[in-house]
């Protein structure tokens, strides 16, 4: 074996048949994120343990819950795949663009106004069409509006030279004031009364159930979106052209490749997820576009895409673990008396351990096959 | 006209004072993320840190009665919250901007955490010094009751906009901020001078929050920011990094954000709200304004990843 090294280093040697070096080879190189995420999440949990412990509770106690709460029963399941149908989506909002190398952290804003513009569209039609079509046209004014908007950033990130990360947060405050102005004025339902709200569409309306499932339609939704993304990304043109523009953007512009049209689209495709989830916060939760809808998901969104590495497939299992998180705080509330925030400090904590642990990368030669080729010959170590 | 209605004139009144009164944080968190940023770092988590510093200081000024207390025990933890951020940033690969996120939940969550017990008692108020005695008009009276926080910090951007240009630690950080290659052939290790400057931002941006929570609006709870945190990001870019700019643009911030309230305190409640997006859009309009596709801003720190 160590004759084939140095004839052999440039060009891989040829597969045989019982041959397994390659297998191995490619599950190492896919093993190191896996790896590293795990470590990551693992060191995490063990810096919130010294903390929950350092104030005489129980982290034992805790992870036991969390469990029980997000994924010990089959009711605790599907609770959590329902919490994690909306960051499904605004995860790929902070995902797509992040495969250009873009940080947008607005998704918010663009969940928002998805929500309020699938709300007031819906009601002039409300009776005149089955719910399939209302569904469609709700989910095409949030997806257009969305993508506008987050489109925007990514317009003005391109052709004005403005930073996207806080243009798309400006757009988050300024989406949010459009929408308190407008469900206290011209849209506002006049029965709603402490909680200003758009007109509730009537309950045949509402987007139901995934059949023998306690999980609304969103779910479903989210789920194909992220496999969309996924092709796209993975398997069209324009998703590899934005990979090439994500990894060098002066090389994409010298190879004559359409950066700007990528930004543009690739931002208002993520704007137009991110919508998406806010037209089935109205169309399946809340039933109005009411101030619930700036919750909070297009953060969590943003720590969802992170821990997924922005891998649009990752982002399923990593959401729903999120959405777990996020059902069995209550529960955690309720037995442990802590406060309702544990749950955000834990979230802080394992994007602070996940964010850190970009470091590893490359670092351990278990991952590295380049390295095995050569032995620590350059390094004159052998 | 009686003694106490001062009609049309309540508007410029009402601005001046919300000018006076909600810029003060604003000053505060600018100026720490001008010195992070001119070191070359960007911190995005001073929203959480901003938030932490109004819980410390509540807390402190409840458990000591002592307001001044308060602001130092922010200024430590906004210390300790830029440390860690610093320190993290240090390693490579690793986005400083993306930490600031994770720093700014991490912040938030810990502060709600931790600050649930605060949420009743009430704290020890900041001093203010009434400038407007000569007056007979309540409401100038009340425009002009000036907390001593928001004096220091005019003081201390001015002070900052010396020190930059005149002193050697302010040499040290443009150095640093524009080249860490030359900051290294000056024998300086940017690392930890980027750290130091970290943690002095994270301390300025938690006297904003205590001033929130020790003078205006005066309390503790969890709706106390509204991204003034996340706006000291934008200002510093309207700022153009330059300290006596951070002050000009954060009490336009007070100003622009005093417009909705001061035009319903004389009737106007049309658009209220849109009103509240006032300074987002005034930040907007200027970015894209003053941007260009082709060079990076005027006054940018070379070594910022944000404007690169």
Redesign the interface.
């Known amino acids: 074996m160590t004759l084939e090294i140095n004839s052999q280093s440039l060009v891989p040697p040829p597969v045989r048949a019982g041959d397994f070096r390659p297998a191995i080879e490619w599950a190492a190189r896919r093993a190191e994120p896996l790896a590293i995420a795990l470590f990551a999440v693992a060191v995490g949990l063990a810096i919130f343990s010294v903390f929950i412990a350092a104030i005489g509770k129980s982290p034992l106690q805790l992870f036991q819950l969390m469990y029980a709460g997000g994924f010990g029963s089959w009711f605790s399941i599907q609770n959590a795949l329902s919490r994690a149908a909306p960051l499904l989506l605004t995860a790929l909002c902070v995902a797509l663009p992040a495969r250009l190398g873009l940080t947008v952290i607005g998704a918010e804003g663009a969940v928002v106004l998805g929500g309020l513009a699938g709300a007031a569209i819906a009601l002039p039609f409300v009776g005149l069409v089955p719910p399939l079509l209302l569904w469609i046209i709700m989910g095409i004014a949030a997806m257009v509006i969305g993508g506008i908007w987050i489109g925007l950033s990514g317009f003005l990130r391109h052709y004005r030279g403005v930073n996207e990360t806080i243009a798309s947060l400006l757009f988050a405050y300024i989406a949010i004031a459009l929408m308190n102005q407008l469900i206290e004025g011209p849209l506002r339902d006049p029965a709603s009364l402490n909680k200003p709200s758009t007109t509730p569409i009537p309950a045949e309306y509402m987007l139901g159930k995934i059949p023998g499932m306690d999980v609304h339609w969103g779910f479903a939704v989210g789920v194909v979106a992220c496999i969309i993304s996924y092709i796209v990304i993975e398997w069209t043109t324009s998703g590899f052209a934005a990979r090439i523009a994500g990894g060098n953007m002066r090389a994409a512009q010298i190879q004559g490749l359409p950066v700007g049209r990528l930004i543009v689209g690739f931002t208002a495709l993520a704007g137009a997820f991110a919508g998406l989830a806010g037209m089935i916060e109205v169309a399946a939760v809340q039933g109005s576009a009411n101030g619930s809808l700036a919750a909070g998901y297009g953060y969590t969104g943003i720590l969802v895409a992170f821990l997924a590495r922005h891998n649009p497939l990752a982002i399923i299992p990593v959401a729903i673990l999120l959405g777990g998180i996020d059902a069995s705080g209550g529960l955690i509330q309720r037995r442990m008396a802590l406060p309702d925030a544990t749950v955000l400090v834990l979230q802080g904590t394992l994007f602070i351990a996940v964010l850190f642990s970009e470091t590893l990368y490359g670092r351990f030669k278990i991952f590295n096959p380049d390295l095995w080729k050569q032995p620590d010959a350059s390094k004159g170590t052998a | 006209m009686d003694g106490t209605d001062i009609g049309l004139w309540g508007i410029p009144l009402a601005i001046i004072a919300g000018a006076i009164r909600v810029s003060t944080p604003f000053i505060f968190v600018s100026l720490g993320e001008m010195i992070t940023e001119r070191s070359g770092r960007i911190n995005?988590g001073l929203e959480?840190t901003l938030v932490f510093g109004a819980m410390a200081a509540y807390g402190t000024a409840v458990m000591t009665g002592s307001p001044w207390l308060g602001v130092l025990a922010a200024m430590l933890a906004g210390s300790l919250f830029g440390l860690l951020h610093g320190f993290?940033c240090k390693?490579?690969?690793?986005?400083d901007?993306?930490?600031g996120?994770?720093?700014m939940?991490?912040?938030?969550?810990?502060?709600?955490?931790l600050g649930?017990p605060f949420i009743q008692p009430s704290a020890p108020k900041l001093p203010s010094i009434p400038f407007g005695g000569w007056s007979s008009y309540p409401q100038v009276q009340a425009a002009l009751n000036i907390n001593v926080l928001f004096i220091l910090g005019i003081a201390l951007a001015f002070a900052l906009s010396w020190a930059l240009r005149n002193t050697r630690m302010g040499l040290i950080l443009r150095v640093v901020g524009d080249s860490s290659d030359a900051a290294r052939a000056m024998g300086l290790n940017p690392d930890t001078i980027r750290l130091l400057a970290t943690a002095v931002g994270g301390a300025l941006a938690a006297v904003g929050g205590a001033y929130l929570s020790l003078f205006y609006p005066g309390s503790w709870n969890?709706g106390i920011s509204s991204?003034q945190g996340?706006m000291a990001?934008?200002l510093v870019?309207f700022a153009r990094w330059n300290p006596v700019g951070c002050l000009l643009a954060s009490l336009l911030f007070g100003g622009a954000g005093a417009l909705g309230p001061a035009l319903q305190s004389v009737g106007v409640t049309e658009?209220?709200?849109?009103f509240?997006?006032a300074p987002?859009?005034l930040?907007?309009i200027i970015?894209?304004a003053t941007?260009?596709?082709?060079?990076s801003l005027a006054g940018a720190p070379g070594a910022l990843s944000?404007?690169k």
């Open positions: 995005l959480g993290i390693f490579p690969r690793v986005n901007i993306a930490i996120i994770a720093m939940q991490f912040g938030l969550g810990l502060a709600f955490f649930k969890e991204g996340l990001v934008a870019i658009g209220y709200y849109l509240y997006a987002y859009v930040t907007l970015m894209i941007s260009s596709p082709t060079r944000l404007t």
